[in-house]
């Protein structure tokens, strides 16, 4: 769940830090998602690097979900018969709001694909205009406001996600304690203001 959840969190964050090209014009944005499709050219051919990220992204959700259906079945044999009262000690709020968070990601994901990577939702796709894309697409309210609402989403899931995975590294240590939650907090909130602010600078016509 950890490896899985690193790789992951890796891609949101470089994700996010190439979208902000979408501040610089459409030259820059264009130019960005061009380099993505021909790099490691001319020794890789066209998006053969691209087609290995994708594979290990895909890899990589598979590998989330299949651990947190047993982890969740881990938590349920060990405690087989319900708590009658429930009294969360070291739990936290967003440790318990993974199991609908991740579901809402997972479905977010498949809608983000179509919309700006097939253009299949998208009513005025241009596969050579990413730039276009972003801004006609989140010019459309609804579509910013799911956006939204799944990237509060994906917040929740980051806080604790990181939190969790530099646990597993061994950082569980009650001396890094505090240090650890900061981090988490500071990243998933660099991630979650940066990635809000695409919808929200289209819809306040900032970026047309
Ligand atoms: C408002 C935030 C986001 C924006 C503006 C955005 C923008 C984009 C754009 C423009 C593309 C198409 C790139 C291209 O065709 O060159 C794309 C693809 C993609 N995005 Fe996002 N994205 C956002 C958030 C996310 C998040 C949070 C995730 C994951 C949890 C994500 C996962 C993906 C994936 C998997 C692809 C497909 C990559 C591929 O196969 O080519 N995106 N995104």
Not at 12 to 33: D, F, R, S, W
Not at 113 to 141: A, C, E, K
Request: aromatic letters at 12%; proline letters at 3%; hydrophobic letters at 50%.
């Amino acid at each position: 769940m950890a490896l899985s959840g690193a790789v992951l969190f890796g891609f949101v964050m470089t994700h996010m830090i190439g979208n902000l090209k979408l501040y610089q014009g459409p030259e820059a944005m264009n130019a960005y998602a061009r380099f993505l499709r021909e790099m490691g050219t001319p020794l890789f051919s066209h998006e053969s690097l691209l087609w290995i990220a994708r594979v290990t992204l895909l890899t990589s959700v598979f590998a989330h979900i299949v651990t947190a259906i047993q982890l969740a079945k881990g938590n349920r044999q060990a405690r087989p018969i319900d708590y009658k009262k429930t009294q969360y000690v070291a739990s936290s709020y967003a440790a318990r709001t993974m199991v609908w968070s991740g579901p809402i990601l997972a479905a977010f994901v498949i809608y983000h694909i179509m919309h700006l990577t097939t253009g299949w939702v998208h009513p005025s796709f241009n596969p050579d205009d990413v730039y276009q894309n972003l801004v006609r697409g989140f010019q459309v309210w609804y579509v910013s406001a799911f956006y939204i609402v799944a990237m509060l989403g994906l917040g929740y899931h980051m806080i604790h996600g990181v939190w969790s995975l530099l646990q597993s590294l061994g950082l569980n240590n009650t001396r890094y304690d505090a240090l650890i939650r900061r981090f988490a907090v500071a990243v998933t909130a660099a991630v979650v203001v940066g990635n809000i602010s695409f919808p929200v600078s289209v819809m306040l016509g900032m970026v047309k």
